[in-house]
């Protein structure tokens, strides 16, 4: 007895304990969903072990978190009446009360450094010792700090535009914690909404905890609408080509039960919802949908051949069975190849997909024969959508085009790939962290204001070992610094560095009583004196901590870099590290270049070059998968030609509308592959099958297998394209690419495996059409009784 003959008979046979079964598992999923986890920190797409991540853990290891600041600006003339002044201060102290916060700066918090020459010491006072009463006492502060101070300068003030600004410095144990989503939600947001409110004043926010928790909460919130809108989309669709209340409620029953395992999944693995992991859900539902349309579509096609309901169903598992496990096999395989790239984030989104992918089949293939056979078989009314002239007159234009038009497919193909290929030299790649962001919420449009007023939010950090203990004061290390702070400088892309070298220079104006035009490192001979009053100064450790560790040997330097493309940063950091090797002597000092701007574009980097070996694992895996079902080099060369060509269609699209090659269209080519050859798989399996009824003729089996999938690939298709457009309706642009690129990569698959793979069957003929080149499959696509039907 053939293989898919048992499986359907233990299935109809069993089919209460099957439920019960399929309902504790999905009871069991179900009670873990409360174990999924939410990101707290940003997607880290290298290696654990790779040189980067590294170098970035020892930054972390000399000097703490680095991203545990959020930054509040006011760019409005009326900060400076003195009312608002004064609440602006106050707003800003109130956050010193908070456990979350370990410290905070702002206008009110300025303390000038002074000679006290008596001591020989440096003195800290306030900026002014009372709140100002009036509007010219604000205004003799600000000519104050915009004039004498250029230390706060980008840091507290943009002296250009008149924009101020508070510093909010988070404790560093709870930046990668829920603690700080709570701090944002509940207290940060409601205190500006409340300033904002008394005040009339529009207060920008920023800084990249603030940016996470935002970001992240978007994540979550389009989880719903995702999962909705594609059991709306696919639901309505799969209606109007069947025109079945009951076939479309028990299609829609197995994907929510889907959806409800896929989340189940992800809590029993205890990963993180990314943005990535956010897709699997409607991810489901939208390939779960295809499933459901094979094997309906056959059901209703045996009831209306020979009527008896038991053999029907019976046949539905034997006939499609094999072709769907291989078709979800490939499809599984296509995001499976994600687990090889060594990337955290693409290794949990390739094993939870395929896993769901293949429990999709699973619950498709089990509760949909198994409903149905509670049922009465399908009235006439149910069969219509087969007989219905519209679709008959699409599969009978494919069939003469095919028969009749193979010369200009073949012209047509030739002119597409050379196009496209002209069209993938355009493409570049691009490494933002901020790029797919949400450009509409308010966050995303502060993230600008702050890149236009003070250069950027995007840490990158410059770690100096001078290689011996207080090395750093060395004035020549200090002048070293200032070169490269001078590069920094002249680079458009990065903000003003702070680092130990601010202090100096801050120290010197101090020494010359408070002459802002001392602004500068100390001479040879101005270094001791100043040094001096400096060791002598009670504060000098709390001056020096952020900006030198406790040994004194190391010291960094932070820049902010903009939202630029890879290229440049690539080239910015080509120059930071061409000046680097110039000034600092290798033997005397070990620089490295780090933080979090830098580990995102070697992550962009990294997923790029792993993009060939992902798509290649696919299609070695589906390859294999081919050459299991049909035992023939020939038939996994013409199966491959129709589903990489759409491949390179859309690379060429990428390049010629300009989106770029970032991590998340990366993941459109593997994904794109896997799902479309499952229509090559339907086609070729009809196609064994009628070679055998036909006595190994080739035309008439070819059009006998067109007739017969065609309408099932049509509808998949059509299902497949607007379930994946679902994602353009996404906030993040990185969803709406790989949501709009995966649509019309399947699009152009379907027509390639409708025109081009049954054009290349019938030009090689009389080179595949034997039993020696088409071998018995692995396992046998139907029972032997009904090949000869």
């Known amino acids: 007895m053939n293989f898919w003959q048992v499986v359907s008979r233990f299935i109809l046979k069993q089919r209460i304990f099957i439920l019960v079964v399929l309902a504790l598992v999905t009871l069991f999923l179900a009670s873990n969903i409360k174990n999924i986890k939410f990101s707290h920190t940003e997607a880290n797409l290298l290696p654990k072990d790779h040189e980067e991540n590294i170098k970035y853990d020892d930054f972390l290891e000399i000097f703490g978190e680095e991203g545990n600041l959020i930054i509040l600006a006011v760019q409005d003339s009326a900060i400076f009446n003195a009312a608002n002044f004064n609440k602006w201060n106050d707003f800003s102290k109130e956050f010193d009360n908070y456990s979350q916060v370990d410290f905070t700066v702002s206008i009110g918090d300025i303390k000038k450094l002074k000679k006290d020459k008596k001591n020989q010491k440096f003195i800290v006072?306030?900026?002014?010792?009372?709140?100002?009463?009036?509007?010219?006492?604000?205004?003799?502060?600000?000519?104050?700090?915009?004039?004498?101070?250029?230390?706060?300068?980008?840091?507290?003030?943009?002296?250009?535009?008149?924009?101020?600004?508070?510093?909010?410095?988070?404790?560093?144990?709870?930046?990668?914690?829920?603690?700080?989503?709570?701090?944002?939600?509940?207290?940060?947001?409601?205190?500006?909404?409340?300033?904002?409110?008394?005040?009339?004043?529009?207060?920008?926010?920023?800084?990249?905890?603030?940016?996470?928790?935002?970001?992240?909460?978007?994540?979550?919130?389009?989880?719903?609408?995702?999962?909705?809108?594609?059991?709306?989309?696919?639901?309505?669709?799969?209606?109007?080509?069947?025109?079945?209340?009951?076939?479309?409620?028990?299609?829609?029953?197995?994907?929510?039960?889907?959806?409800?395992?896929?989340?189940?999944?992800?809590?029993?693995?205890?990963?993180?919802?990314?943005?990535?992991?956010?897709?699997?859900?409607?991810?489901?539902?939208?390939?779960?949908?295809?499933?459901?349309?094979?094997?309906?579509?056959?059901?209703?096609?045996?009831?209306?051949?020979?009527?008896?309901?038991?053999?029907?169903?019976?046949?539905?598992?034997?006939?499609?069975?094999?072709?769907?496990?291989?078709?979800?096999?490939?499809?599984?395989?296509?995001?499976?190849?994600?687990?090889?790239?060594?990337?955290?984030?693409?290794?949990?989104?390739?094993?939870?997909?395929?896993?769901?992918?293949?429990?999709?089949?699973?619950?498709?293939?089990?509760?949909?024969?198994?409903?149905?056979?509670?049922?009465?078989?399908?009235?006439?009314?149910?069969?219509?959508?087969?007989?219905?002239?519209?679709?008959?007159?699409?599969?009978?234009?494919?069939?003469?085009?095919?028969?009749?038009?193979?010369?200009?497919?073949?012209?047509?193909?030739?002119?597409?790939?050379?196009v496209s290929i002209i069209g993938v030299y355009k493409i570049n790649v691009s490494g933002s962290i901020i790029e797919d962001m949400p450009k509409g919420k308010q966050f995303y449009k502060d993230i600008v204001f702050f890149e236009d007023e003070f250069g950027g939010i995007m840490p990158l950090e410059i770690l100096i070992d001078t290689k011996k203990k207080k090395g750093v004061m060395n004035l020549s290390t200090l002048k070293r610094m200032n070169k490269l702070d001078e590069e920094i400088d002249e680079i458009p892309q990065l903000s003003k560095s702070v680092s130990i070298l601010n202090m100096v220079k801050y120290s010197k104006q101090a020494f010359y009583n408070g002459n802002p035009k001392y602004y500068q490192l100390p001479t040879e001979q101005e270094k001791n004196f100043i040094l001096a009053y400096t060791k002598n100064s009670d504060n000098n450790s709390d001056m020096l901590k952020n900006f030198v560790d406790s040994t004194g040997q190391y010291a960094r330097m932070t820049t902010f870099m903009k939202d630029i493309g890879t290229e440049k940063m690539e080239q910015i950091e080509k120059r930071i590290q061409d000046k680097i090797d110039k000034v600092f002597p290798k033997k005397k000092y070990d620089i490295t270049l780090t933080g979090k701007a830098l580990v995102f574009l070697k992550g962009t980097n990294y997923l790029v070059k792993n993009l060939a070996i992902s798509l290649s694992l696919a299609i070695l895996l589906i390859s294999l998968f081919m050459a299991w079902m049909f035992r023939s080099y020939k038939m996994i060369i013409i199966s491959l030609i129709p589903n990489i060509l759409p491949l390179l269609i859309t690379a060429g699209l990428m390049g010629y509308l300009g989106v770029p090659i970032k991590p998340s269209t990366i993941l459109v080519f593997s994904i794109a592959f896997g799902i479309s050859v499952d229509d090559t798989i339907h086609f070729l399996a009809k196609y064994r099958q009628e070679l055998t009824i036909h006595k190994w003729n080739v035309r008439k089996s070819v059009y006998a297998a067109l007739h017969e999938t065609g309408v099932s690939m049509f509808y998949t298709s059509i299902v497949l394209f607007f379930g994946f457009l679902v994602f353009t309706v996404s906030s993040f642009g990185g969803t709406k690419a790989l949501g709009g690129l995966v649509s019309i990569t399947l699009l152009f698959a379907m027509v390639s495996n409708l025109l081009l793979l049954p054009s290349l069957l019938l030009s090689l003929e009389s080179k595949i059409a034997n039993k020696k080149t088409f071998k018995e499959p692995a396992i046998s696509i139907l029972p032997k009784e009904e090949e000869s039907e």
């Open 125 to 418: 006072e306030p900026l002014y010792e009372k709140a100002p009463s009036t509007n010219n006492e604000v205004k003799i502060i600000k000519d104050e700090l915009f004039h004498n101070l250029p230390f706060y300068d980008n840091f507290l003030f943009n002296k250009s535009s008149g924009t101020i600004r508070t510093a909010i410095y988070l404790d560093k144990d709870i930046v990668n914690s829920k603690i700080r989503e709570r701090f944002v939600f509940d207290d940060l947001n409601p205190a500006i909404e409340k300033f904002e409110k008394e005040t009339g004043l529009d207060v920008r926010v920023s800084g990249m905890p603030y940016i996470r928790t935002m970001n992240a909460q978007n994540i979550i919130d389009e989880i719903g609408i995702f999962v909705g809108l594609a059991l709306l989309v696919t639901s309505l669709i799969f209606w109007m080509f069947f025109r079945s209340y009951r076939a479309t409620f028990i299609t829609m029953l197995v994907v929510s039960i889907g959806v409800i395992w896929s989340v189940g999944f992800i809590g029993l693995f205890e990963y993180e919802i990314s943005v990535l992991m956010a897709l699997i859900p409607p991810l489901i539902i939208v390939i779960g949908v295809p499933n459901a349309v094979f094997l309906i579509n056959k059901y209703q096609n045996e009831v209306k051949k020979h009527g008896n309901q038991a053999k029907s169903l019976q046949r539905v598992i034997s006939k499609i069975g094999n072709a769907t496990l291989m078709t979800n096999l490939t499809t599984a395989s296509g995001f499976a190849t994600f687990i090889f790239t060594n990337s955290q984030l693409l290794n949990e989104f390739g094993i939870i997909a395929s896993i769901n992918i293949m429990a999709i089949f699973v619950l498709s293939i089990l509760i949909i024969p198994i409903i149905y056979s509670f049922m009465h078989k399908p009235k006439d009314k149910h069969l219509k959508h087969l007989e219905r002239k519209w679709i008959d007159a699409i599969v009978n234009w494919m069939e003469d085009t095919v028969r009749h038009d193979r010369i200009a497919i073949y012209i047509s193909t030739v002119i597409i790939i050379i």
